[in-house]
C-alpha cells in the first residue's frame, strides 16, 4: 500500500501526557549535541549561534526523512525542541565554561560530570518512565555505581579495564542461548526510535551511551592512545551484534556503534577543553 508523503511539515499542538513527554524527551536528546559543537567551537564568537543552527539543521533532516517512513510522523514541535534543546546546551556549556563557574567546578576532574550527568538522565528514564520497575536491571545499576566509584579510585582504572571489557563481551552474548536461523542485520541505527519505540527504549538507549563512554574513559585512563580506547570496544561491540544474530530475543543493528562513537565524541570535546 502506497502513502502519501506530506510535503510540508505539520505543527501538532502538545495537548497530551505522550506529546508533552516527547517534546522534553526531544530538549534533552539534543541537548549533547549543542553541549559539544560549542565546545567544539567555543573560541569562536558565534560559537553559540553555530551550534543552535546545527541542531536545527540536524532536526530538520531527520523530521523531513519522516516524512517518508509510515509508522512516523514529523513535524515543527519536534523542529523547534530539538533546536531549543541544542541552544539549552549550548548555554548550558557557556556557563560551565565560564571563569567563575569553571573555578568552582575545577575539584570535578574531567570527564566527571559528563560520566555523572549521562548517569543521571539514564536513572531518570529507568526509574521515572517504566509503569513498573520490574524492568530495571539491577546488574547494570550495580556496574553503573562502580563506574562512578572510579571517579574517585583513578587509579585502579587500569586493574578495572579488563574487568569491564569483560562485562561488555558477557553483555553483548547474554542470554547465550543461540540458535541456528540468523537474522538480518539492521544497518540503520536507532530503528527501533524510527519504529515508534515504547518509553522504556529511551532508558536502554542512555544506559549504553553512559556505559561505552565511561568504558572509553577507562581506556584512556589506563594510558591507552584514543585510537585503541576506541577500537577494542568497537570490535568487542561488532562481534556481539554479529553474534546476536543468532540470539533469540535480541536485535542485531549499528546502534551500539553509533552510540560508542557518540560517547568518544563527548569525551574528546571535554579533553579538549580541560582548564
Same mark, same amino acid.
Given at each position: ?16 501526557? +505522550?506529546?508533552? /513527554?516527547? $517534546? #522534553? %524527551?526531544?530538549? =534533552?536528546?539534543?541537548? &549533547?549535541?549543542? *553541549?559539544?559543537?560549542?565546545l ?21 533532516s ?22 531549543? +534543546?541544542?541552544? /539549552?546546551? $549550548? #548555554? %548550558?556549556?557557556? =556557563?560551565?565554561?565560564? &571563569?567563575?563557574? *569553571? ?19 539514564w ?9 513498573s ?18 571517579l ?16 561488555? *563481551? ?14 538480518a ?18 532508558g ?8 561505552y ?47 560508542l562513537a ?14
Amino acid at each position: 500500500m502506497d502513502y502519501p508523503v506530506p510535503r510540508t511539515l505539520p505543527w501538532i499542538p502538545v495537548v497530551s501526557r +505522550g506529546l508533552v /513527554l516527547d $517534546a #522534553v %524527551l526531544n530538549v =534533552v536528546f539534543y541537548m &549533547p549535541l549543542g *553541549a559539544a559543537a560549542f565546545l567544539t567551537l567555543r573560541r569562536r564568537p558565534s560559537a553559540l549561534g553555530i551550534a543552535g543552527v546545527l541542531g536545527g539543521l540536524v532536526s530538520f533532516s531527520v523530521e523531513w526523512m519522516q516524512l517518508s517512513i509510515p509508522t512516523r510522523v514529523g513535524n515543527q514541535v519536534d523542529l523547534l525542541t530539538n533546536t531549543i +534543546g541544542s541552544l /539549552l546546551g $549550548a #548555554v %548550558l556549556a557557556l =556557563v560551565a565554561t565560564s &571563569p567563575p563557574v *569553571a573555578s568552582r567546578l575545577t575539584v570535578y576532574r574531567p570527564p566527571g560530570p559528563l560520566l555523572v550527568g549521562l548517569w543521571a538522565i539514564w536513572q531518570g528514564f529507568r526509574f521515572l518512565l517504566p509503569r513498573s520497575w520490574t524492568a530495571i536491571d539491577i546488574s547494570h545499576q550495580i556496574v553503573g555505581l562502580l563506574i562512578l566509584l572510579l571517579l574517585r579510585l583513578r587509579g585502579v582504572c587500569r586493574v578495572a579495564a579488563p574487568l569491564f571489557l569483560a562485562w561488555l *563481551a558477557f553483555e553483548e552474548l547474554r542470554p547465550f542461548h543461540f540458535h541456528g536461523s540468523p537474522q538480518a542485520f539492521g544497518w540503520l541505527p536507532f530503528i527501533g526510535w524510527f519504529a515508534g519505540a515504547s518509553e522504556s527504549y529511551y532508558g536502554v538507549i542512555f544506559g549504553k551511551l553512559f556505559f561505552y563512554t565511561a568504558i572509553v574513559w577507562i581506556l584512556r585512563e589506563s594510558k591507552l592512545r584514543w585510537s585503541w580506547a576506541v577500537a577494542i570496544p568497537a570490535f568487542i561491540l561488532a562481534a556481539g551484534e554479529t553474534a546476536q544474530r543468532y540470539l533469540p530475543g535480541r536485535t542485531p543493528e549499528s546502534t551500539d556503534l553509533a552510540l560508542l562513537a557518540a560517547g568518544a565524541f563527548l569525551l574528546l570535546c571535554v579533553y579538549d577543553n580541560k582548564g
